[in-house]
């Protein structure tokens, strides 16, 4: 069955960098565009970046842009979310989703995994 | 602030029908299909309808989803006290390349 697991994430001061992991089984990964949504304390959820199948194309949401990179590592399953001059804002749980179809970057995600914590506090 | 339009609260006694409404723009959901989220406290998010009003596997027919112009709307019939929990709406939208989500509808059962 499908399974995705983030890892990473933790206690960490403002303007510092982590790198968030998720690893992906019980499916062909490089066949399927990727998400990281985060949900902050008490708001709702929040889509961050998406990385294309192939890996070949990556967006990100605004508030992001210039600070986290997507990327993929189809050998190992795994997705990454590096986040770097992190802010107190960035305080979320972050989860790593699939996009529901093959190939394609603008379905909606379909499996998630059970969310990762990083918080931003000095 | 979100980009898509929800209200922040719903409630109902059992067995009723409640229906969330979400407003967008041509950007998301007048250009694209309209996918609903469920978020139970404690769970990740599952996906409960997408193409406006298909239901992912599992999900009973007591919910559906339809979508006209920049808006689009969930209703839930025969509610139960499970079905507490926030529903969100999220559409792909065209100028961020990217889905865009609702701010999310608290769901109480009473």
């Known amino acids: ?122 | 602030q979100s980009v898509l339009t929800q209200p922040p609260s719903a409630s109902g006694t059992p067995g009723q029908t409640v229906t969330i409404s979400c407003s967008g723009s041509h950007s998301n959901i007048g250009g694209n299909t309209v996918n609903w989220y469920q978020h139970l406290p404690g769970t990740a998010p599952k996906l409960l309808m997408y193409t406006n009003d298909l239901r992912t596997s599992g999900v009973p027919d007591r919910f559906s989803g339809s979508k006209s112009g920049n808006s689009a709307s969930l209703a839930i019939s025969g509610l139960q006290s499970g079905d507490e929990g926030d529903y969100y709406c999220a559409a792909w939208d065209d100028g961020l390349n990217g889905p865009v989500f609702g701010g999310g509808t608290k769901l109480t059962v009473l």
């Not at chain 1, 062909?28 to 304390?41: D, N």
């Not at chain 1, 979310?81 to 379905?107: F, K, P, V």
């Open chain 1, 1 to 122: 069955q499908v399974q995705l697991v983030e890892s990473g994430g933790g206690v960490v001061q403002p303007g510092t960098s982590l790198t968030l992991a998720c690893e992906a089984s019980g499916f062909t990964f490089s066949s399927y565009a990727m998400h990281w949504v985060r949900q902050a304390p008490g708001k709702g959820l929040e889509w961050v970046a998406l990385i294309s199948y192939d890996g070949t194309q990556r967006f990100y949401a605004d508030s992001v842009r210039g600070r986290f990179t997507i990327s993929r590592d189809d050998s190992k399953k795994t997705l990454s979310l590096q986040m770097t001059r992190l802010q107190l804002e960035d305080t979320a749980i972050y989860y790593c989703a699939r996009g529901m179809l093959l190939y394609s970057n603008s379905e909606p995600c379909d499996y998630w995994g059970p969310g990762n914590l990083v918080t931003v506090s000095s």
